[in-house]
């Protein structure tokens, strides 16, 4: 059935646009009312550009003197005044990707178990709950991380995969067993941005038009064919949103990792081995750090932080908005 | 659609009932995977919480390792503190801008400030952290509870801002029309009709906001930098609730660590506190909005 699509509210609802005469009755309180709202409007790109400003300005020096030997080098020796962020900036792309690889499945699991499949009843109480993950601040993932999952992978995972299943050669499982590592930080992750995940892809899941799932059921589709068939593909670019919009949390996300990670300045090789992200590197080191150009490198690293995540996020931004203007 | 539905002898109906009831089962397990982690750590914070919560714990000074007793009495008050202030910016600016939005919703510039504002608000914290000592940390030669409260303040900015914007465009466009036929000014209606229905929704939002920023550590490592001692100067460092609970989990002592246990617990109840006030002022505000509905605009 061919149910007219419901009035859209964005083009009912907005306001009347005229201007207000110059001169007329209440001008000033208009003026002054245009003039807090346009400027509090204009805060907004100022406080970026000057983020831009500061960012690229502070680590000038660090850029002259390194040049491209910051990205490229992967040793990172203070004293000696050698300021290599590739461990890090792969140690950051490695613990997100891998906390995205974990996090996607289960999230979008719970995204179409609360919009399609769920009864009634535990609809609200589940999203509620999954929200909630989103509220627990940062420190007291660390913390936990620290405390209880470290532990458990010193004494239980590490030990499983290298001696039961017999994996303590693989390079991908090799090194010492300490408990903080990349592991580690991208299981703190990968719960971190389970709530984000889900939240988006559940409306991006809602978004889908109930017709596409009324006639796939027309058809004959069972409840997962529909899903399959009907719903999913229609979601799929706000879906690869999500995942992306995830991603860029993980990028940026700085405690709990810090506490997790293990701060050592390697390659990413293994995933039981300490590594380093971009953003605990500037939490360790920026408070202590030692003569101008130890923190120009810093704003640099900061600088790198900033790019990824501005790209990664705009692009997953204008998926998102796309796939809600197609409805 | 491009895939066709299976039919013909290999995909019996039977094989799909199958098919769906398995991928169906796997939905719930992640689902249920998903609250696993919720569960285990709200079980750990109450475990490890009780043990070193009592009444001294929130009215005491940290205590060195090794001494009993102990509480992070300036961290709660040095937490409300950059609170205050992070809200005192955030507030401000934040609220003009999603006015902004609301009322001119397609100049060029609303579509800028709508995208920058997602951009600003998925900027890492830690960055906005080191824009903030730069700014005013490195030239003033000290950390302060001030640079601790506007980069909290420049984090809540977007969330203000965007969830402004959603609260003023629920308000009836008639309740506007209402009023600027009646002769109001365009200031007057904004501020008392259309800012008056949308108050409850945008306080809801701004205690979310607020509790967001709450539980921020990054930004505060080098602007508010923590301090084990009572202060409330706006110059000087502060304590903040977050900066002591990673001190204390961070440190190599015991003792330190269950107090971490201790403060994390009363940095999650502030958080979700606040959230529930928020979604309690939202009860309301929906009754009103729909009685405002109901009895004028007829929509």
Do not use: K
Not at chain 1, 262 to 280: E, M
Not at chain 2, 142 to 153: I, K, M, R
Not at chain 2, 180 to 189: E, H, I, M, N, V
Not at chain 2, 247 to 275: C, E, H, K, M
Request: charged share 15%; with cysteine.
């Amino acid at each position: 059935m061919a149910a007219p699509p419901l009035p859209s509210f964005a083009t009912d609802q907005s306001p009347p646009r005229f201007r207000s005469r110059r001169g007329g009755v209440g001008s000033v309180g208009d003026r002054l009312y245009g003039g807090w709202i346009t400027a509090s409007a204009l805060v907004i790109p100022a406080l970026l550009l000057l983020v831009a400003i500061v960012i690229a300005g502070s680590s000038w020096p660090a850029l002259q003197t390194l040049g491209t030997r910051l990205l490229t080098d992967t040793v990172w020796d203070v004293p000696h005044a050698r300021f290599g962020l590739l461990p890090a900036l792969l140690g950051t792309l490695a613990s997100s990707l891998l906390a995205l690889t974990l996090a996607t499945p289960l999230a979008f699991g719970a995204a179409i178990f609360v919009s399609e499949l769920a009864p009634p009843r535990l609809r609200r109480p589940v999203a509620l709950l999954i929200d909630g993950l989103a509220a627990i601040p940062s420190v007291v993932y660390g913390l936990w991380g620290l405390v209880v999952l470290v532990p458990w992978l010193r004494r239980d995972v590490i030990p499983f995969v290298r001696e039961t299943l017999a994996l303590g050669d693989v390079p991908l499982f090799a090194g010492p067993a300490y408990g903080p590592s990349l592991l580690a930080a991208a299981l703190v992750l990968a719960i971190m941005i389970l709530p984000f995940i889900t939240a988006v892809a559940r409306e991006v899941l809602q978004a889908v038009p109930r017709s596409q799932r009324e006639a796939a059921l027309a058809l004959g589709a069972t409840r997962w064919e529909m899903i399959r068939d009907a719903v999913l593909p229609n979601a799929r670019t706000g879906l690869v949103g999500a995942m992306i919009l995830g991603l860029g949390r993980a990028l940026g996300e700085t405690m709990a990792v810090t506490m997790v990670i293990g701060n050592a300045h390697v390659l990413p090789t293994s995933l039981f081995q300490p590594a380093y992200t971009i953003a605990s590197l500037l939490a360790n080191q920026f408070a202590e750090a030692s003569g101008p150009l130890h923190v120009s490198a810093l704003m640099a690293a900061a600088g790198v932080l900033l790019a990824v995540t501005i790209v990664v996020n705009g692009f997953a931004r204008w998926l998102v908005r796309r796939t809600e203007q197609q409805r | 659609m491009d895939r066709q539905l299976p039919v013909g002898e290999r995909a019996t109906l039977l094989a799909r009932r199958r098919r769906s009831a398995i991928m169906t089962s796997l939905v719930w397990c992640a689902s249920a995977v998903c609250l696993l982690p919720l569960v285990l750590i709200t079980a750990h914070l109450l475990i490890g919480g009780a043990r070193v919560l009592g009444p001294r714990f929130f009215t005491a000074l940290p205590a060195p390792p090794g001494v009993a007793g102990g509480g992070v009495a300036n961290g709660i008050a040095g937490t409300l503190l950059l609170l205050v202030i992070a809200a005192a910016i955030g507030l401000p600016i934040g609220l003009g801008a999603g006015l902004y939005l609301a009322e001119r919703t397609r100049t060029r510039l609303a579509e800028a400030v709508r995208f920058l504002a997602d951009v600003l608000s998925g900027l890492p914290s830690i960055v906005i952290g080191i824009f903030v000592w730069e700014l005013i940390v490195r030239p003033s030669g000290q950390f302060s509870a001030l640079a601790g409260g506007v980069a909290l303040g420049v984090l809540m900015i977007p969330l203000i801002t965007r969830a402004t914007e959603a609260m003023v465009q629920l308000v009836p466009n008639a309740l506007r029309e209402a009023a600027l036929a009646l002769g109001y000014s365009r200031a007057r209606t904004s501020l008392t009709i259309v800012l008056r229905t949308a108050l409850p929704g945008i306080v809801t939002a701004s205690l979310l906001a607020i509790a967001r920023v709450a539980g921020e550590t990054a930004p505060l490592l080098f602007t508010a930098f923590g301090t084990p001692y009572w202060s409330l100067r706006l110059d000087a460092p502060v304590a903040a609730l977050p900066l002591q609970i990673f001190n204390y989990a961070t440190s190599p002592y015991d003792d330190w660590r269950a107090q971490a246990w201790g403060g994390a617990l009363v940095l999650i109840v502030l958080v979700f506190a606040l959230s529930w006030l928020a979604r309690r002022v939202t009860d309301r505000r929906r009754e009103r909005l729909s009685s405002v509905v109901a009895g004028g605009a007829g929509e």
